[in-house]
DNA sequence: CCTCTCCATGGCATTCGGTGCCAGAATAGG
DNA sequence: CCTATTCTGGCACCGAATGCCATGGAGAGG
C-alpha cells in the first residue's frame, strides 16, 4: 500500500492528521474534556478504530514520540563503536526530533506540563530513552559490572537533554543555532564527567588533587615513581 | 483520634492494613484482574471510599510511597547546608524506606516489572525524588545558572540509588550490610563526579594532577598559596 | 469481469475505573 | 444531651477500553 502522503484526502486520516487533530481538540477544550467521540468526530475515524490504532487517549498524544524512540534505538543498534559518542549523538536524534515537529512537540509540552497523568507519560518516556543508553554502554566487552557506571552516564545524558530541551519549549521561537550550542555544551559537560567513569580502572583522574612535596633535588624517576604509586592508592582497591 | 496500632479489629480498616491486602489481592490475582469491588469486599471498605481515602486503584498500590516521599522532601526543608550531602542523606533515607517495608516493595517492584502501567508510575515517583534533588541543589546562592549541573548531579545520584535498590528487590534476603555498603560505594562514585561539578568556577577538582615541587623549609601557609594560585591558574580560561 | 480471501473498519454491548450527589453514621465539642 | 463537622457508603452516571461480529474495500487468482 502507498502512502498516502500528505493530502488531507477525505481517503483515510492519516495517523498525524489524527494526532494533530487530537492536539487540538486538547489544548482547545483540555485533555479530559475531549472524550474520544469528539476525536473520531473530528478526524472522521470512528471511535472503535481510534482505539484499535493508537491504543489509548493518551498514546495519540505520544504516537510521534513512539516514532522517534525506535527510530533512536535503530540508531543505536546499528551504531557499532565508541558507545558514549554514540549515545551522545543518540541524544542528539532526540533533541532533532523535537525541534523537528513543533507543531505536535510544543503542545504536547504544555498539556504535559497542565496534566500530572500526561506528565507521568512522559517522564516514562525518558526512561526509556535512559534505559536504552543504559543498556547499549553497559554491553561492553570486559568481565566487569559497568552497569552502575553506564546507568549514571546514562543518567546524566538524559538530564542533560532534557536541560536544554525545556529550555527550548519554553521559548519555541528562539534561535536554533542557540539550542544548538547549548545542547553542545551541555554534552560537553557531561562527557567531562562521564568519560572517566567508564574508564575508571585504567586511567587516573578521579577529581584528586594530588600534592607532592619533596626536597628539591630528588631524582626524577624516583618522583614519577613515588607519585605514581600515590596516584594508584588515590584511586582505591 | 488515636491510631489504632496494628489491631486488626473491624473497627476502620487501617491505612496500611487496605493496601497489604490489595497488594495480596493484586499478587494472586493480577493487577487488571482485581477489581476495586474485590478490594472493597477484602477489606470491609466499601468501593466509594476506597476511591475517596486512596484516589485510584494504581494509588492503593503506593500509597505507602508517597508518604515516604513527603517523609524526604520535608527532611530536604530541613536541611540548611552543604545541600550535596544532604541530598545523598535524603537518597539513604528513600533507600531505608524500602528496606524498612519489605511486605508492600518486594511485591511492588514485581508487579511493576509485570505490568507496563504501574512501571510508569514507579519511574514517575523516581522522577519526582529527581525533581526534589535538582531543586534542592539548584538553590544556592550565587547569581550563576546551577540547574543543568544540579539536573546532572540529582540525575547521577538517584539512578546509583535505584541501582542498589534494584539489586536488593531482587534478592530481598541478602544481607543488608552488604546493601548498605554498596549503597556507600555507589554515592561515592556518584560524589566523585557530582562534587566538582557543582563547584565548577570555585574549587579545583576537573581531573588535573598537579605536582608542586618545593623545597622541603618551606611555609605551609606559604604552600598552599602558592598551589591555590596554581590550581586557580589550571582552572580558569 | 467475477469471485474468493484477507484485513481494516465501525457499530454494539459490556466491563470497570472514576466522580458527583446525597443521606446516614460516627465523632468532636460545648 | 444536643449540635456541627467529618467520614462513610449507596446510587447514578460518564467515559475509557475491550470483545464480538457484520460490513466493505483492496488485491489475488480464475
Redesign the pocket.
Given at each position: 500500500?502507498e502512502r498516502s502522503g500528505g493530502r488531507s484526502g477525505q481517503t483515510?486520516a492519516d495517523t498525524r492528521e489524527v494526532v494533530l487533530a487530537a492536539v487540538r481538540l486538547f489544548t482547545e477544550s483540555g485533555f479530559?474534556a475531549?472524550?474520544?467521540?469528539h476525536i473520531?468526530a473530528a478526524t472522521?475515524?470512528?471511535?472503535?478504530?481510534?482505539?484499535?490504532?493508537f491504543?489509548?487517549?493518551?498514546?495519540i498524544l505520544f504516537a510521534e514520540h513512539d516514532e522517534l524512540f525506535s527510530t533512536v534505538v535503530r540508531f543505536l543498534e546499528a551504531s557499532p563503536d565508541d558507545p558514549l559518542s554514540s549515545v551522545f549523538s543518540a541524544a542528539r536524534l532526540v533533541l532533532q526530533g523535537y525541534l523537528g515537529d513543533p507543531e505536535i512537540t510544543v503542545p504536547r509540552y504544555h498539556l504535559v506540563r497542565a496534566h500530572p497523568r500526561l506528565r507521568d507519560r512522559e517522564v516514562a518516556m525518558t526512561a526509556r530513552y535512559q534505559a536504552a543508553f543504559s543498556r547499549y554502554l553497559a554491553r561492553r566487552e570486559g568481565g566487569e559490572d559497568r552497569s552502575l557506571a553506564a546507568g549514571v552516564a546514562a543518567a546524566s545524558l538524559i538530564s542533560a537533554h532534557n536541560h536544554v530541551l525545556r529550555g527550548w519549549l519554553r521559548r519555541p521561537e528562539q534561535d536554533r543555532g542557540e539550542v544548538w550550542a547549548s545542547f553542545d555544551e551541555a554534552v560537553a559537560f557531561v562527557r567531562r564527567a562521564a568519560e572517566p567513569m567508564l574508564h575508571a580502572e585504567r586511567e587516573p583522574g578521579h577529581d584528586h588533587v594530588l600534592v607532592a612535596v619533596y626536597p628539591g633535588g630528588t631524582d626524577r624517576e624516583e618522583l614519577l615513581r613515588r607519585v605514581g604509586a600515590a596516584v594508584r592508592e588515590a584511586e582505591g582497591p
Amino acid at each position: 500500500m502507498e502512502r498516502s502522503g500528505g493530502r488531507s484526502g477525505q481517503t483515510r486520516a492519516d495517523t498525524r492528521e489524527v494526532v494533530l487533530a487530537a492536539v487540538r481538540l486538547f489544548t482547545e477544550s483540555g485533555f479530559d474534556a475531549t472524550t474520544m467521540d469528539h476525536i473520531a468526530a473530528a478526524t472522521g475515524v470512528s471511535r472503535r478504530s481510534l482505539f484499535r490504532r493508537f491504543g489509548s487517549k493518551e498514546d495519540i498524544l505520544f504516537a510521534e514520540h513512539d516514532e522517534l524512540f525506535s527510530t533512536v534505538v535503530r540508531f543505536l543498534e546499528a551504531s557499532p563503536d565508541d558507545p558514549l559518542s554514540s549515545v551522545f549523538s543518540a541524544a542528539r536524534l532526540v533533541l532533532q526530533g523535537y525541534l523537528g515537529d513543533p507543531e505536535i512537540t510544543v503542545p504536547r509540552y504544555h498539556l504535559v506540563r497542565a496534566h500530572p497523568r500526561l506528565r507521568d507519560r512522559e517522564v516514562a518516556m525518558t526512561a526509556r530513552y535512559q534505559a536504552a543508553f543504559s543498556r547499549y554502554l553497559a554491553r561492553r566487552e570486559g568481565g566487569e559490572d559497568r552497569s552502575l557506571a553506564a546507568g549514571v552516564a546514562a543518567a546524566s545524558l538524559i538530564s542533560a537533554h532534557n536541560h536544554v530541551l525545556r529550555g527550548w519549549l519554553r521559548r519555541p521561537e528562539q534561535d536554533r543555532g542557540e539550542v544548538w550550542a547549548s545542547f553542545d555544551e551541555a554534552v560537553a559537560f557531561v562527557r567531562r564527567a562521564a568519560e572517566p567513569m567508564l574508564h575508571a580502572e585504567r586511567e587516573p583522574g578521579h577529581d584528586h588533587v594530588l600534592v607532592a612535596v619533596y626536597p628539591g633535588g630528588t631524582d626524577r624517576e624516583e618522583l614519577l615513581r613515588r607519585v605514581g604509586a600515590a596516584v594508584r592508592e588515590a584511586e582505591g582497591p
